[in-house]
């Protein structure tokens, strides 16, 4: 039976291809090698089916159509091989009054393959974002994600690195709780992500990587851009596969996202290239119905009396959140209120109760403020919810100690803690608060809170005095930062001196903040900004705050801000500097030594990307750019001339 056959106007007319010369043209999704010879329009199927050159990009020799990867002839009217029976599939012309036509076989609708009811599956589980870059061993892939970009179930964010992919990823995952997409080619494409999805591994983030590969017959043999993916992923992901022709597809991205939900921890898939396309069959897209049960764990009676006991023996409690209580801070300050606790945070848990509660203690450790290490030192009970005891936390081990957390590895993992509560902290905290009932005893601390306050601030002051003339201090970014930034907002951090000024000037209201917390990779914030849009859809205001040395490592992101008309602020520190460093040189007695930049204008660079630039050198003009660039619509960027000293 004859097929049907398409037309397609490939040229407006003829001249447009010049007398002995070929062009790849567009038949639907058929592509064509069009070439002008002796006075005609001719039209050839551009792939040579020897390794697949584009004809198109080939060229007319002695009448001869030669293909541009291995040098085999053609004919370019009959596409027949010289000498050889073998050849090409030519296409009927037609030259009318508006243009040239091509007519191609009608083409068969568009069979669902594996790719599509994996991505389906996906999407059924909550992942509605990805960040990535298509490239030539994830094209089936690709096209299974565009078509559910085009059924509104997916936002696919194309990248210009795709390690700035993984970050935006794990900051997806540390703001909600639920895991997006990074996705790549094979080999190195593949190998970028791999210090964004450690970050979102360390800080318990979920996270999905999905990875083309190549066709499975050349794995092992040296193939381009070959890279054993499983085994290279096999460090950093819970949950490692490989999709293969006779897996069970659909099980195997319902457990890949249920491991990145459960552990809160990295899933890898990786897609060879033979695979992606690979009709589907009876096999179905599944959803995440009757597949994950209630997280609500509560904790165990023994556990739970014995930290009643210690509360009830308590007269100055104080309450430490980390990042890990990010969502249970309701029945926290509920239970907090109860006892007159201060609460104090960790830096990755900045900003989980506003500055300006009368409970709030701000930031302990390096980032951190004299009020918080003041009132941890002056208690005689550390309620410890969703956070670590690493060094860069700060709490002190000396003092008497109630810790609450989901994962069982976390509780005493440093050092003995006198009552390690396994469970899930709102139950955990609601529970004790009920049990307690009015059977407490402890100090009303919110006079001294106010106190220690008002000594922070008047010393805040006087730093805001400071000025060697060489550029702007932190503390005056910072305190004006605070004063402007709208108090919804979401704050993306970097790793530098620039991250400990905020940790340690910027009073918080309702602003979450992201940061690269335990693995503290330097140039986090940018990409994690794009993840924050990502995830709030432009619901929240998202402000990255940054030095030189960070932002540059991935600076071309400003691109795909721009691109994709996000919402973002960055506030640039610009020391010329990795001032971090040179003071860490100079603490260990080492020279300071290669860590001087040499730096655009951020601003210009910013203008050029179609962004808001600015710059400011002189301490009046702060508070009217900070303004100017938050009131702006779209992506801005504000590069501060900053004192690498005045920190």
């Not at 398409?6 to 002995?20: F, G, I, Q, R, T």
């Not at 104080?318 to 029945?331: K, L, P, W």
């Not at 460093?581 to 951020?602: C, M, W, Y």
């Not at 750019?625 to 702006?632: E, F, V």
Request: aromatic share 8%; net charge neutral; hydrophobic share 40%.
């Amino acid at each position: 039976m004859n097929k049907k056959i398409v037309w397609h106007k490939v040229l407006e007319n003829k001249n447009e291809l010049a007398d002995n010369r070929v062009m790849t043209v567009n038949a639907g999704y058929k592509q064509i090698a069009l070439s002008h010879f002796e006075g005609k329009i001719c039209a050839l199927d551009n792939r040579c089916p020897h390794q697949g050159g584009p004809l198109g990009e080939g060229s007319i020799e002695n009448g001869i159509l030669r293909c541009p990867w291995h040098g085999w002839d053609y004919h370019p009217c009959s596409g027949k091989v010289p000498g050889y029976d073998d050849g090409v599939e030519a296409y009927a012309v037609e030259e009318r009054d508006d243009g040239i036509y091509v007519g191609v076989p009608e083409e068969k609708p568009h069979e669902t393959t594996v790719s599509d009811i994996m991505a389906e599956t996906m999407v059924n589980w909550g992942v509605d974002t990805v960040f990535g870059m298509v490239g030539h061993s994830n094209l089936g892939l690709a096209d299974a994600l565009r078509r559910q970009q085009n059924k509104g179930n997916l936002k696919f964010i194309g990248i210009r690195h795709e390690g700035a992919g993984a970050f935006a990823a794990s900051a997806y995952g540390k703001l909600t709780g639920k895991p997006a997409a990074c996705f790549s080619i094979a080999g190195p494409g593949a190998t970028n992500m791999f210090t964004g999805l450690w970050d979102a591994k360390v800080d318990r983030a979920p996270i999905l990587a999905l990875t083309g590969q190549v066709a499975t017959q050349v794995v092992g043999t040296g193939n381009f851009q070959e890279v054993d993916l499983v085994r290279a992923f096999q460090t950093v992901a819970e949950f490692n596969h490989r999709v293969q022709n006779n897996s069970k597809h659909t099980e195997l991205m319902t457990l890949a996202i249920k491991h990145a939900i459960l552990k809160r921890d990295v899933s890898h898939l990786t897609f060879p290239d033979e695979v992606q396309e690979i009709p589907a069959g009876d096999e179905k897209a599944q959803t995440s119905e009757g597949r994950i049960a209630s997280l609500k764990i509560a904790p165990p009676e023994e556990s739970l009396e014995k930290a009643i006991g210690l509360i009830q023996k308590a007269k100055r409690p104080v309450i430490i959140v980390g990042h890990g209580a990010r969502f249970n801070m309701e029945a926290i300050v509920r239970f907090a209120e109860k006892l007159y606790a201060p609460v104090l945070t960790t830096f990755k848990g900045k900003g989980l109760i506003s500055d300006t509660h009368p409970l709030a203690g701000g930031v302990l450790g390096r980032s951190g403020t004299p009020v918080a290490s003041w009132m941890m030192n002056e208690s005689d009970l550390l309620i410890v919810l969703g956070a670590s005891f690493s060094n860069h936390t700060g709490i002190t081990p000396k003092k008497p100690t109630i810790q609450v957390d989901f994962d069982p590895l976390a509780l005493s993992k440093f050092h003995k803690i006198d009552a390690p509560v396994l469970g899930e902290i709102s139950v955990t905290v609601s529970q004790i608060n009920e049990r307690l009932g009015n059977n407490i005893n402890t100090t009303d601390q919110r006079e001294e809170l106010a106190r220690r306050w008002k000594i922070w601030h008047a010393e805040k002051q006087k730093r805001l005095l400071e000025d060697r003339g060489k550029g702007l201090s932190s503390i005056s970014v910072f305190d004006n930062l605070s004063r402007l930034a709208p108090g919804n907002a979401v704050m993306c951090v970097d790793v530098g001196n620039n991250a400990y000024s905020l940790g340690r000037y910027f009073e918080c209201k309702q602003q979450s903040f992201l940061m690269s917390g335990y693995l503290g990779s330097i140039g986090f914030a940018f990409p994690a900004a794009m993840g924050a849009w990502a995830a709030t859809r432009g619901t929240r205001p998202v402000i990255a705050v940054a030095g030189d040395g960070g932002f540059a490592q991935y600076m071309a992101e400003l691109t795909t801000s721009v691109k994709y008309d996000m919402d973002i602020k960055l506030i640039l520190l610009n020391n010329n500097e990795l001032g971090k460093i040179s003071k860490e040189q100079r603490a260990g007695r080492f020279d300071v030594f290669a860590t001087s930049l040499h730096n655009p204008d951020f601003s210009e660079f910013a203008n050029s990307c179609g962004a808001l630039g600015i710059r400011v050198t002189q301490k009046d003009e702060l508070e009217n750019a900070i303004q100017k660039t938050l009131n702006h619509k779209g992506t801005a960027l504000l590069e501060i001339m900053t004192d690498v000293a005045l920190v």
